[in-house]
């Protein structure tokens, strides 16, 4: 099922469209932070919906981001609705999202194509499925009952690949161009994530990207990557920390191919201080203020 409550840049009728310039990910105690300041590199924000869920924390949270959201648009990321997992998605859990849909009217709305779930722990890793004809079903599924849900299309971020499963019938890109073509729902490129997969499937990187369905791009992540050895003696990329040399390039090409897109600076630990995030967006903005040009 299609959905047609979102706009080109999946936002609904009535939230901020999110600015093609460089956002920064937020964590619960950032917020105070930002708050405090005022940097014009920072066009927006992305925070993940499950910090402000519960708890007396999240409830202060909520609270400055409300404030916040009165001075920038707002990315809802969310990383554990569990689109990709075998059992069915939580209706509770699609109900507190909507309330901050409704709440905050985000820019974006975003999620993971993982397994993993709400109040499900020993899954948090962001593990992609097997790419086959039925895990293609339940995701298609899992994604209509959201986008119906939250009442506004939502963007399906690429995972990083750290192995194939021997059933997999599909390759990355043709898997996430289905669910794309099945469901209208948007996709989230995360840069970081294709170099990973690309690196790691003895693939090169923009011959991956060049397979996405990048007219569904609506929305970039830049976030970097460490190295490691397989037990093999093998190079294996993983998810890390700062947006390194090559995947800059990458995204730079991009741009220069797609057009400027909402990109956000996104660091998943380590986080460093705001001097160096608004460095990192600066350097954003001036490959999209290039490409506008």
């Known amino acids: ?6 706009g080109e840049a999946g936002a609904p009728v ?12 937020l964590k619960l105690d950032d917020v105070v932070d930002i708050l405090e300041q005022e940097d014009a590199a920072l066009a927006w924000f992305e925070v993940h919906p499950e910090d402000f869920l519960s ?13 916040l959201r009165r001075r920038r648009p707002i990315s809802l990321h969310g990383v554990a609705l569990g689109i990709g997992a075998e059992r069915d998605l939580d209706p ?5 999202l909507r309330e901050m849909v409704d709440r905050y ?6 999620e993971h194509l993982a ?6 722990p020993e899954t948090m890793a962001q593990l992609p499925p097997p790419y086959d004809a039925a895990t293609l079903d339940r995701v298609s599924r899992h994604i209509d009952q959201a986008q119906e849900a939250l009442g506004r299309r939502i963007l399906l971020e690429n995972p990083s690949s750290y192995i194939r499963f021997t059933n997999s019938t599909m390759t990355d890109a043709e898997f996430l161009t289905a669910a794309v073509s099945r469901t209208g729902c948007g996709l989230l490129l995360d840069v970081n994530n294709a170099f990973i997969s690309a690196v790691n499937g ?5 011959d991956y990207l060049d397979a996405l369905p990048l007219n569904a791009v609506h929305e970039i992540h830049l976030g970097g990557h460490a190295e490691r050895l397989d037990a093999e003696g093998r190079k294996v990329l993983e998810g890390h920390h700062a947006t390194p040399e090559p ?14 897109k909402p990109t956000l600076i996104e660091w998943d630990a380590e986080k460093p201080d705001w001097p160096r995030l608004t460095a990192e967006a600066n350097r954003a903005n001036a490959i999209l203020d290039a490409a506008a040009a």
């Not at 509770?92 to 507190?96: A, C, D, I, P």
């Not at 397994?115 to 499900?120: C, E, I, M, R, S």
């Open 1 to 6: 099922m299609r959905t047609e409550t979102a």
């Open 14 to 25: 009535g939230a901020a469209a999110a600015p093609a310039k460089a956002g920064v990910s």
């Open 55 to 67: 708890g007396p924390a999240a409830q202060a949270g909520r609270a400055r981001l409300d404030a």
């Open 92 to 96: 509770q859990h699609l109900r507190r």
């Open 105 to 110: 009217e985000p820019c974006l709305f975003s």
């Open 115 to 120: 397994w993993a779930t709400h109040g499900d």
């Open 202 to 206: 003895a693939a090169g990187t923009r």
């Open 247 to 260: 995947v800059w390039e990458i995204y730079e090409a991009l741009i220069a191919k797609i057009g400027p």
